[in-house]
């Protein structure tokens, strides 16, 4: 009983795991998810502040 119960949930383990794999590379690699990837991406740039005018160093973040 034992040994069916283990081959049973190997085999579909594998095959339910491998379904979820090939969903999340689908999901990452559709073109149409490229925007809001690029724009999870850029965010932490997003929160920095912008070069000064006179090329000066800011200061502000040591």
Do not use: C
């Not at 990837?37 to 070069?51: C, G, K, T, Y």
């Amino acid at each position: 009983m034992y040994e069916a119960l283990a081959s049973f949930a190997q085999t579909w383990g594998l095959l339910f795991f491998f379904t979820v794999f090939i969903g999340v590379l689908v999901y990452a690699l559709w073109p149409k998810n490229r925007d809001k990837f690029d724009a999870a991406a850029r965010m932490p740039l997003n929160d920095d502040a912008p070069p000064s005018e006179d090329g000066k160093k800011d200061e502000t973040h040591v």
